[in-house]
């Protein structure tokens, strides 16, 4: 699955508006997030994965490419490939982060 979204909690305009409601409101300090281990696909995950993903504007192809060195390459049509950050393995889903539009 192909989410949207940055999973940082609250942001910038939520604590703005919370503040306006809740006066005493001290916000949330900002937390570092921890760093995954370096992310080691399985042999059967080595190689070039395409698909598409649904978008308001229609479907649109994506490849997904993990080396053997770890590192995952992430593209959506023909827009610029993106190196994807904080890739890991977890619950049985590939999770990271990448560019796209």
């Known amino acids: 699955m ?12 939520e604590d703005l508006l919370i503040r306006t ?11 570092p997030d ?9 042999p ?12 308001y504007v229609g479907d649109r192809p994506l490849s997904l490419q993990f080396r053997a060195d770890g590192l995952v390459v992430f593209q959506i049509g023909d827009q610029v490939a993106s190196v994807v950050n904080k890739a890991r393995w ?9 560019r796209g539009s």
Do not use: C, M, Q
Not at 34 to 42: I, L, W
């Open 44 to 55: 059967e995950l080595v190689g070039t994965w395409t698909g598409y993903v649904h978008t």
């Open 21 to 31: 409601i809740l006066p005493k409101w001290k916000g949330i300090p900002d937390l």
């Open 2 to 13: 192909l989410t949207n979204g940055n999973g940082n909690g609250v942001g910038p305009t």
């Open 90 to 98: 977890r619950d049985g889903s590939f999770r990271g982060t990448a």
């Open 34 to 42: 921890p760093e995954p281990p370096p992310f080691k696909p399985t």
